[in-house]
């Protein structure tokens, strides 16, 4: 079925990291790691944590 696709992925990249992990001796270690073979392709944008109605035009 075409909804079973997204949850192997994403056990299969879930895998990956932890195995990165597993062969990573600290943390820059690790970040070097996944930053080479899970390279990231955007950037999230902060979001503001309060907003109000003047944000949306209301």
């Given at each position: 079925?075409?909804?079973?696709?997204?949850?192997?992925?994403?056990?299969?990249?879930?895998?990956?990291?932890v195995?990165?992990?597993?062969?990573?001796?600290?943390?820059?270690?690790?970040?070097?790691?996944?930053?080479?073979?899970?390279?990231?392709?955007k950037?999230?944008?902060?979001?503001?944590?309060?907003?109000?109605?003047s944000?949306?035009?209301?």
């Amino acid at each position: 079925m075409a909804s079973d696709i997204g949850y192997p992925k994403l056990r299969e990249h879930l895998g990956s990291v932890v195995t990165l992990m597993k062969l990573s001796t600290n943390w820059t270690d690790f970040k070097a790691k996944i930053d080479l073979i899970h390279p990231s392709y955007k950037k999230n944008m902060p979001a503001p944590l309060w907003l109000d109605e003047s944000d949306f035009g209301i």
